[in-house]
DNA sequence: TTACTTTTGTTAACACTGTTAATTAATTTT
DNA sequence: AAAATTAATTAACAGTGTTAACAAAAGTAA
């Protein structure tokens, strides 16, 4: 009798077309605005329905998450597999990495919780320019007193800056009981190399 | 006349009332939370009062944004002060960042609109570990091949991730209309760093 | 002191959100 | 055809930010 496979495709029908409309209204209004009542909207049925499907909002989230570091991961392997230099890879891996960040924004702010708030927030901030004018200045006089004087400082404060910001966000999502020391050791770690290249002599 | 100013005194204090009400509500709830009735509740006040001091809740989320950049900006300058060579400052400095926002969470994650939502999903995400793989085993072949064999790989694998994620979110926060090119060019003096002092040979 | 004006605060509502219990409609099985 | 199961809906609960309409208090002027 075919008709329990019927059922069951059907399910897994219905179960995509929940996660086609919901992806849409990500990509037309950010995940921020996603609402269990517009996908019911769109799907045309009632809202619990969808609670037939999935759990809760968070798990058709975790969905997206999951599809993202799928697609990131393939996106990572695939231009890994054009080089043999490991070098060249991991350069080449931090292009695509870059690359999958900005041509799936929505994807990739979803993967890291990446809220919009700070976004329109932090740049009406003056207080952060003075934030970053005691990273620019110091930068500058360590660039002053190295070999390659000529180095763009602004990019340099940019690195810097990112590096720093990476760290602590990284380590802030990951936030297994890791011991502190460990943790600063990684700090360490990316930030003497950093110093080493600025101030070469 | 001083009631004018008795009156400017008592709005100021309405003002930083309200501030102290939201601020211990974000600190034992997270800012994720935080809410206008919550507030209210607390100050034992109606609602409406609050639209009186601020146009909105962005605008309560914004202030303790400027507030927690002020405070960042203090503790660098001060770890700053505390050394005259430029690479000195700009370890030192570093240890601050990472300090300060371990110590300061709520600020970190309300400055850099860092969500929860991911924290704890991430956690649960196998494909996240399929892109960790792609990575870690590049960093491998990276340092078999290199001259310091008995490098933690690990270690270095937290390093190119972090800076990673770092340069994308840093750039999506700043989403000025900076050109492609001079994007890549960060990313590109981030990671051959990285590269660089990964492979010595 | 009384009358008027301005400021301040409250009530009640609107338009949303996620989630769920109770109920009806449709379908399958007996 | 009747009973049992499954599917879908209505309506509600408990929240959220925000605001219009109104009442109370305080300051000003006659």
């Given at each position: 009798?075919?008709?329990?496979?019927?059922?069951?495709?059907?399910?897994?029908?219905?179960r995509?077309?929940?996660?086609?409309?919901?992806?849409?209204?990500?990509?037309?209004?950010?995940?921020?605005?996603?609402?269990?009542?517009?996908?019911?909207?769109?799907?045309?049925?009632?809202?619990?329905?969808?609670?037939?499907?999935?759990?809760?909002?968070?798990?058709?989230?975790?969905?997206?998450?999951?599809?993202?570091?799928?697609?990131?991961?393939?996106?990572?392997?695939?231009v890994?597999?054009?080089?043999?230099?490991?070098s060249?890879?991991?350069?080449?891996?931090?292009?695509?990495?870059?690359?999958?960040?900005?041509?799936?924004?929505?994807?990739?702010?979803?993967?890291?919780?990446?809220?919009?708030?700070a976004?329109?927030?932090?740049?009406?901030?003056?207080?952060?320019?003075?934030?970053?004018?005691?990273?620019?200045?110091?930068?500058?006089?360590?660039?002053?007193?190295?070999?390659?004087?000529?180095?763009?400082?602004?990019?340099k404060?940019?690195?810097?800056?990112?590096?720093?910001?990476?760290?602590?966000?990284?380590?802030?999502?990951?936030?297994?009981?890791?011991?502190?020391?460990e943790?600063?050791?990684i700090?360490?770690?990316?930030?003497?190399?950093?110093?080493n290249?600025?101030?070469?002599?």
């Amino acid at each position: 009798m075919g008709i329990a496979e019927r059922k069951i495709r059907q399910k897994e029908e219905f179960r995509t077309s929940i996660l086609e409309a919901a992806w849409l209204q990500v990509l037309a209004d950010g995940w921020q605005s996603l609402s269990i009542r517009k996908i019911a909207d769109a799907i045309e049925y009632s809202i619990p329905v969808i609670y037939n499907h999935f759990e809760n909002k968070e798990a058709i989230l975790l969905e997206f998450t999951k599809e993202g570091f799928q697609k990131l991961a393939d996106a990572l392997q695939s231009v890994k597999d054009q080089h043999t230099d490991p070098s060249a890879q991991l350069e080449a891996i931090a292009h695509a990495y870059w690359d999958f960040a900005f041509e799936n924004k929505e994807y990739y702010q979803l993967m890291f919780g990446l809220g919009i708030p700070a976004c329109d927030r932090v740049n009406q901030v003056v207080e952060m320019k003075t934030m970053s004018m005691v990273m620019i200045t110091t930068i500058q006089d360590a660039i002053a007193g190295s070999k390659n004087r000529d180095v763009d400082y602004f990019l340099k404060y940019h690195t810097y800056f990112s590096i720093l910001h990476g760290l602590v966000s990284i380590q802030m999502i990951e936030k297994a009981g890791k011991p502190d020391a460990e943790k600063k050791m990684i700090l360490q770690d990316a930030i003497s190399g950093f110093i080493n290249s600025l101030v070469v002599r």
